[in-house]
C-alpha cells in the first residue's frame, strides 16, 4: 500500500459540496485509488475507485490529477446521513489486504 | 439484493471459551474476507478466501484462529479459548472479481466481548 495522507477531520453544512483530498506522491503505475465511508457501528462501505482523471457514480466523483499523487473525492450537497469517517486507500489492483489510516471525520451540519 | 450478513450481532463470551462467527456473502460472490476493528484502531487483515480454498491465511494473529467456507458461500470463523485481547468487531467481507480486490462489501459486523 502507498502511504496517504487525508485531514483528520472536515466540518459542512447541509445541501454543501465536500471535497476531500488525499495525498500520494509515492504512488506505482499500477497503484488504483479507492475510497471507503464507515459509519458508527457500522462495516466499511466501498465507495469509488479510480485510475486517472475523473469517476462518477451515483454517490461521489473522484478526481484524479495527471500525476496522480493526489486525488480528490467529492460529495455532492451533503445531508446529515453522510456525516462518517472517510477513508482513502492506494495499492495495486491485484491488492486486497484493506488496511485503513485514521481517515477523514467528515461532520455535517444543518 | 441482499449485502453481507453476520451473525451474531453481539457475542459475550467468558476467557477461554470457543466462539464460531458466520458470515453469508453476497450471492455468487466468490471471494471473502475476514478482518477485525478494534477499538481506536484501522482495520486488521485476518484471511483470504478464494471459493472455499484459503490462499491467504497470513492475518490470522494466533493458532486458536481458524477460519472455513463451505459451498463457496457461507464463512465461519472461529477463535478458540478466547482471549480478552480478542475483543474486537469482526467484519466479514465479499467481492465479485475473479481476482481478490479492493472493491469489498462488508457486513455489519460481529462485536465480540471476552469477559
Known amino acids: 500500500l502507498a502511504k496517504t495522507t487525508q485531514p483528520i477531520s472536515m466540518d459542512s453544512y447541509e445541501g454543501q459540496e465536500v471535497n476531500i483530498t488525499c495525498s500520494h506522491n509515492?504512488?506505482?503505475?499500477?497503484?488504483?485509488i479507492t475510497w471507503y465511508q464507515q459509519f458508527p457501528s457500522q462495516g466499511p462501505r466501498f465507495i469509488i475507485q479510480?485510475?486517472?482523471t475523473k469517476v462518477t457514480n451515483e454517490v461521489a466523483s473522484l478526481f484524479i490529477p495527471a500525476d496522480r499523487k493526489s486525488s480528490t473525492l467529492s460529495l455532492p450537497r451533503v445531508s446529515l446521513s453522510d456525516t462518517a469517517v472517510y477513508y482513502c486507500?492506494?495499492?495495486?489492483?491485484?491488492?486486497?489486504?484493506?488496511?485503513f489510516g485514521a481517515g477523514t471525520t467528515v461532520t455535517v451540519r444543518a | 439484493g441482499a449485502g453481507v450478513s453476520q451473525s451474531p450481532s453481539n457475542k459475550v463470551t467468558e476467557k477461554g471459551k470457543d466462539v464460531e462467527l458466520r458470515c453469508d456473502p453476497i450471492s455468487g460472490h466468490t471471494a471473502l474476507y475476514w478482518y477485525r476493528q478494534s477499538l481506536g484502531q484501522g482495520l486488521e487483515f485476518l484471511i483470504y478466501?478464494?471459493?472455499?480454498?484459503?490462499?491467504?491465511k497470513s492475518g490470522l494473529p494466533s493458532d486458536r484462529f481458524s477460519a472455513e467456507r463451505t459451498g463457496g458461500s457461507v464463512s465461519t470463523l472461529t477463535i478458540q479459548r478466547t482471549q480478552q485481547e480478542d475483543s474486537a468487531v469482526y467484519l466479514c467481507?465479499?467481492?465479485?472479481?475473479?481476482?481478490?480486490?479492493?472493491?469489498?462489501?462488508f457486513g455489519p459486523g460481529t462485536r465480540l466481548t471476552v469477559t
Open positions: 479510480g485510475y486517472k
Open positions: 509515492n504512488i506505482a503505475t499500477n497503484d488504483y
Open positions: 467481507a465479499s467481492s465479485a472479481t475473479r481476482t481478490a480486490s479492493y472493491e469489498q462489501y
Open positions: 478466501f478464494q471459493g472455499n480454498s484459503a490462499p491467504d
Open positions: 486507500l492506494v495499492g495495486d489492483i491485484n491488492d486486497y489486504k484493506l488496511s
